[in-house]
């Protein structure tokens, strides 16, 4: 288990790798702060157009698999979101 605090900006970020263990998910749950901004979630191409959105004050739980990679952007400024990784096996 990890836990994290991260500053996403206008420039996509890698929130969390993939799981190091083949056929193994990892569990990403994310929680965006209650002031702010939208946050937006997808692979290293992920924009505010694309991206999967989770507004200020929720939380989203992303399955990641083994080889893939979890990123995350802003349309403008900043926005903290905490970030808590789990094995599902």
């Known amino acids: 288990m990890k ?3 991260v500053t996403v900006t206008t420039a996509a970020a890698k929130i969390a790798g993939g799981s ?3 056929n193994v998910d ?35 739980t992303f399955y990641v ?8 952007i802003v349309a403008g400024t900043t926005q903290a979101i905490n970030v808590l990784e789990m094995r599902t096996a």
Do not use: S
């Open 65 to 72: 698999g083994p080889g893939d990679d979890l990123y995350a």
């Open 26 to 60: 990892k569990a990403v749950h994310v929680t965006v702060a209650a002031a702010g901004q939208t946050v937006f979630f997808g692979a290293a191409n992920v924009t505010a157009a694309n991206g999967y959105p989770v507004v200020t004050g929720a939380n989203f």
């Open 3 to 5: 836990t994290t605090q």
């Open 20 to 22: 190091p263990i083949a």
